[in-house]
């Protein structure tokens, strides 16, 4: 399957942690990107080809990958921190892009 | 800097078209591929289609052949999003967004602020 599948919603008290996956069977073979959505704005790029951190992007953002999952760690969660994230992934060859489904992270 | 500015909101008949424009700036216009990404109420993003602004080749995702058109005009910066027989269901906020030129990545490292777009009779 091409789909990527996140789970809807992660809820997280403020200072801990929060881990969003992001699974398909293509991620396997291709690097996955994240991005933070908050509402009403255009998604912002926090991590690049599985764990790179663009510049800007605070250090409690992080994304690890084995196999067909990938994760994305936000450690010491903050108010700020309250978005959907999706997880993206291409094939290379400019023919395939997809994202996944999208996770609501709430700060309890 | 770096700016990707699209076109207002716009408001459509069922079966008619619409084309959104994305006005670049501050890199080089024909360094980077241009991707148009749609997001419906509520949902979440769906990639459409790409533009090579060098040469004006293009792609599109398998829902949207037949109906999209993405062109460019070098002179201005400036790339297009066509979408024919428009339907309730492409009721959506239209993204562009800038290819980073990473050879080992596909990913978009730079968006416009989102047109959105309503189709209703």
Known sequence: SDELTQPPSVSVSPGQTARITCSGDVLSKYYTYWYQQRPGQAPLLIIYKDSERPSGIPERFSGSSSGTTVTLTISGVQAEDEADYYCQTADGFGTYYVFGSGTKVSVL | QVQLVQSGAEVKKPGASIK??????G?????????WVRQAP?????????????????????????RISVTRVTSINTVYMELTTLTSDDTAVYFCARESADTAGNYFDYWGQGSLVTVSS
């Open chain 2, 27 to 35: 890199y080089s216009f024909t360094g980077h591929y241009i991707h």
């Open chain 2, 20 to 25: 959104v424009s994305c006005k670049t700036s």
């Open chain 2, 42 to 66: 509520g949902q979440g993003l769906e990639w459409m289609g790409w533009i090579n602004p060098n040469n004006g080749a293009t792609n599109s995702a398998q829902n949207f052949q037949g």
